[in-house]
């Protein structure tokens, strides 16, 4: 079975431009999840998806960040316009259902650093 | 909100040296509690977990004890290797809108020297 998988593994931007991360969770898992790690910090949730659906986008920092999942399948998280603060690790996770008892998988992430 | 609290890295041992990394946390109810580990370029591994008070955890060496009386779920391994180099991420979750996501703390880099 495939993991998650993320990408770019590196991105490198100048503030002002525009970034696509893209997510490919583990095929059958409905339930996807972004988290990033900003300036050596805490990992924090930004959203989570039902299939193509956005259950809980608390986490978004604000309107800057558009994640989409169409089709319920892979997800891409836009950063537009992109500020120095965005650079970070971000992470995406997915399970099949909405509890630990089904597992949680992380991909390697997206290391976004904006100069 | 909830919240986790580990000791602040980095963290350097010799090989085949005890290991403790501490972690406390604050949370309403009675969260599960995690350990995961990132070791390099790879993605977040769960290392173990305890799901109530006084359980423990275990995995490669590694354990931790969910202790509700001091908040606490410290990571202990008794003897390190060099292999055991990575960042360690103590984690709860907590529930939100009927699904589980996951209170992180800041992550400690650990280094071991052969």
């Known amino acids: 079975e495939a993991g998650v998988t993320q990408f770019p593994s590196h991105s490198v931007i100048e503030k002002g431009q525009t970034v696509t991360l893209r997510c490919d969770p583990i095929s059958g898992h409905d339930n996807l999840y972004w988290y990033r790690r900003v300036m050596g910090k805490e990992i924090k949730f930004l959203l989570h998806?039902?299939?193509?659906?956005?259950?809980?986008e608390s986490g978004m920092p604000n309107n800057r960040f558009l994640a989409e999942r169409t089709g319920g399948t892979y997800s891409t998280l836009k950063v537009q316009p992109a500020e120095l603060e965005d650079s970070g690790v971000y992470f995406c996770?997915?399970?099949?259902?909405?509890?630990?008892?089904?597992?949680?998988?992380f991909g390697s992430g997206t290391r976004l650093t904006v100069v | 909100g909830d919240s986790v609290t580990q000791m602040e890295g980095p963290v350097t041992l010799s090989e085949e040296a005890f290991l403790t990394i501490n972690c406390t946390y604050t949370?309403?109810?009675?969260?599960?509690l995690f350990w995961y580990v990132q070791y390099p370029g790879e993605g977040l591994q769960l290392l173990l977990k305890a799901t109530k008070a006084d359980d423990k955890g275990s995995n490669k060496g590694f354990e931790a004890t969910y202790r509700k009386e001091t908040t606490s779920f410290h990571l202990e391994k008794g003897s390190v290797q060099v292999s055991d180099s990575a960042v360690y991420f103590c984690?709860?979750?907590?529930?939100?809108?009927?699904?589980?996501?996951?209170?992180f703390g800041q992550g400690t880099r650990l280094t071991i020297n052969p």
């Open positions: 996770a997915s399970s099949h259902g909405q509890g630990f008892a089904y597992g949680y998988t």
């Open positions: 984690a709860l979750s907590e529930i939100i809108q009927g699904a589980q996501k996951l209170v």
């Open positions: 949370a309403t109810g009675y969260p599960s």
């Open positions: 998806f039902v299939k193509e659906s956005k259950q809980d």
